[in-house]
């Protein structure tokens, strides 16, 4: 997966594309939100590959394999401890991976209940802002990233 700055920059407007949606979603009648649930699904779903991509850029900076079993909060807890990353992103990353698979899945899905809201999403948006804030200055260190 090495990283590719057009990737990169691909992740950072998923962002803003699941900003937009949770807007759209909180902007949405009562009455339609049911219906409309998929603006919260799909902006978890972006959510949740900023995360893993960020992840996977942070493991690929330190020689390590990128993950692939869906276990980025157990790799991020690694990373923290090594003192690679300041924020403790594992209990999100881990709710998010839940909501992904809710998200993907719905009733068909190995979870037992989840729920999510839209003051969830965001609040999983804004610990992957904080990833990715750690993200841009660690390849901006490697020198893989010029500009913020």
């Known amino acids: 997966m090495p990283f590719k700055l057009s990737d990169w920059i691909r992740m950072l407007l998923r962002l803003e ?41 942070h493991l690929e900076l330190r020689g390590q394999l990128p993950e692939t079993t869906n276990d980025t909060g157990t790799r991020v807890k690694e990373l923290r401890t090594l003192g690679y990353l300041a924020g403790d992103y594992t209990d999100v990353l881990e709710q998010l991976e839940r909501y992904r698979k809710f998200a993907q899945y719905a009733g068909y899905g190995r979870s037992g209940s989840t729920h999510y809201n839209a003051t969830n999403v965001e609040t999983c948006l804004a610990a992957v802002d904080g990833l990715v804030e750690e993200t841009k200055a660690a390849l901006q260190t490697a020198g893989k990233l010029v500009a913020p």
Do not use: M
């Open 17 to 57: 594309l699941a900003r937009d949606h949770v807007n759209k979603f909180r902007a949405l009648p009562p009455a339609e939100r049911t219906r409309n649930r998929h603006f919260l699904d799909d902006a978890i779903n972006a959510i949740h590959a900023v995360a893993e991509y960020a992840v996977n850029v």
